[in-house]
């Protein structure tokens, strides 16, 4: 019993070496996290590899997110527009106006218009029409976290596939 009491100062210091280290540890929660992301027209006029790989930049095309709490209630929700080369960076506060955490993983982003009227149907790959959450963390440090999305794209009106039956029949 003697020995265990004797110990407890020694126990005590290195508990407080262990908060003094913890407190001087940076903190991985920045203030606001980033969305980047593209913005691109899928061509399929264009041979399979222009189409598939070749797609070009929009530029002014909007893209919004959205943020829900823990009981799905909107937190949070932002816009960016794509730049020259249709790239767009949307900066969302990692707490909301009632002091909760805006979590990635509880966000939405989506196409919400695009920069060029000639090429303006929505698609959905990677989940542009339907949403995509930001999973794919590019870049953590105690000031800064930022998720990549997309790219996601438009098309065409004359490439746009109909999702109805209809479409796919045909009349001999």
Known sequence: MARIIRSMPALALVAAAVLIFAAALPDYH???FTVTGEVKCQDCTKNWNAYAYNARPIPGSVV????????????????????GQGVFNMEVPSKAANGGDIAASRCLVRLASSGDAGCAVYTDFNGGRSGQKPSQL?????????????????????????????????SY
């Open 30 to 32: 920045p203030s606001t």
């Open 64 to 83: 919004g997110i959205t943020c829900v709490d823990d009981r799905g209630r909107v937190v949070y929700h932002g816009s960016d527009a794509t730049d």
């Open 138 to 170: 590019t870049h953590l440090s105690p000031d800064k976290a930022t998720y990549a999305v997309g790219p996601y794209y438009y098309t065409l009106p004359r490439c746009d596939v109909k999702d109805d039956d209809s479409a796919c029949t045909t």
